[in-house]
C-alpha cells in the first residue's frame, strides 16, 4: 500500500497592522500649546500671578508654532488646536506684562504712601502780613546764637506752607457770642471764633474731609470744647482744586480766665499737624 502524501496547503499571507507608509497623527504638541495658553491666560487674569502666565505663555507659544509646523508637514491633524494654543499663549504674556507693570505700580504706591505716613510733610512758618514788621523788628534786635535756632512760632493770621505746597491760616481769635441752642459751650466760659483757610497750591485735588481741627485753652492747656450752632460747627468738607481755597470758621469753649488759645491744625494723614498759639 503506497504511502498518500497530502499537498501542502497554501499559507495565507501576512496582513500588517497598518497600512505600509502611515504614521498616526502627533497631536501632543498642539494639545499641550492649547492647555498651558488656557492656564496661562487665567492666571494672567489673577493679581500677582503674571510671572506664571509669562512662563506658561512662553511654554505654550512655542509648542503651538511646533504643533503648527507638523500639521503642514503632515505629521498632526489638528492644525487649529495648534494656533489656538500659540494664540493663548501670546495673549498671556501680553496679560503677563500688564500685571507685572501693575503691581509694580502698585506696590510703589503703597511704598509711597507708607513713607508719606511715616515721615509726613513738614510746614514752615510764613509770617501774616501784620505781623512781618513786628517779627522784622524782634529778629533785628534778638541776639545772634548757631547753636540754638529760633522756634518757628505760629500766631494768629501766619501760614503753615508745607513742602508740596498747601498752606494752612490761622486767623486771630475773635470773642464769639453762640446762640440759644448751641451746643459746646459751658455757663460761665467764654466763645472765641477762629477762621481756618487751606490754599491748595499743590498740582493735585485736596480732600478737606481729613482736616481735624483742635484747640486748647489757658496756660494748663485744658481742652476746649467747639461750639456747634446754626453758625459755626459745619467742619471741612469737599475737594479743593489746585489753586483754590476754603474758610471754615470754629468757635471754641474756653475758662473765662484764658489769656491763650492754642488752636492745632492737621490738613490729613500725609501731612504733620500745625499749631497757632492766639492771645485771647
Same mark, same amino acid.
Given at each position: ?41 487665567? #492666571? ?47 495673549? #498671556? ?114 480732600? #478737606? ?72
Amino acid at each position: 500500500m503506497s504511502q498518500f502524501t497530502s499537498p501542502p496547503q497554501p499559507q495565507q499571507p501576512y496582513a500588517p497592522g497598518q497600512a505600509p507608509g502611515f504614521r498616526p497623527a502627533r497631536n501632543g504638541l498642539g494639545i499641550s500649546a492649547l492647555v498651558l495658553g488656557i492656564i496661562g491666560t487665567v #492666571s494672567g487674569l489673577i493679581p500677582f500671578l503674571f510671572w506664571l502666565a509669562g512662563i506658561l505663555g512662553v511654554i505654550a507659544l512655542i509648542l503651538g508654532l511646533a504643533g503648527r509646523g507638523r500639521a503642514k508637514r503632515g505629521e498632526a491633524s489638528n492644525k487649529g488646536v495648534a494656533t489656538y494654543g500659540a494664540v493663548l499663549g501670546l495673549v #498671556s504674556l501680553i496679560l503677563s506684562v500688564v500685571g507685572a507693570v501693575l503691581t509694580f505700580k502698585a506696590v510703589d504706591d503703597a511704598v509711597n504712601d507708607i513713607s508719606k505716613e511715616v515721615s509726613g510733610s513738614s510746614a514752615s512758618a510764613k509770617p501774616g502780613a501784620a505781623e512781618d514788621d513786628k517779627k522784622g523788628d524782634a529778629a533785628e534786635n534778638a541776639p545772634a546764637s548757631e547753636d540754638e535756632p529760633a522756634a518757628e512760632t505760629l500766631e494768629g493770621r501766619d501760614t503753615a506752607v508745607y513742602d508740596d505746597g498747601l498752606e494752612v491760616t490761622v486767623s486771630g481769635a475773635a470773642a464769639y457770642t453762640p446762640d440759644a441752642y448751641a451746643a459746646g459751650h459751658t455757663k460761665g466760659n467764654r466763645a472765641y471764633k477762629v477762621s481756618v483757610i487751606i490754599e491748595n497750591k499743590t498740582k493735585e485735588k485736596f480732600d #478737606s474731609a481729613l482736616v481735624s481741627v483742635d484747640a486748647r485753652a489757658g496756660e494748663d492747656g485744658v481742652n476746649a470744647e467747639q461750639i456747634f450752632d446754626g453758625k459755626v460747627g459745619e467742619g471741612f468738607n469737599g475737594t479743593v482744586l489746585p489753586g483754590k481755597k476754603i474758610t471754615v470758621q470754629f468757635a471754641f469753649d474756653a475758662p473765662a480766665d484764658a489769656k491763650r488759645l492754642t488752636v492745632e491744625v492737621g490738613p490729613g494723614f500725609d501731612w504733620d499737624a500745625s499749631q497757632w498759639d492766639l492771645k485771647l
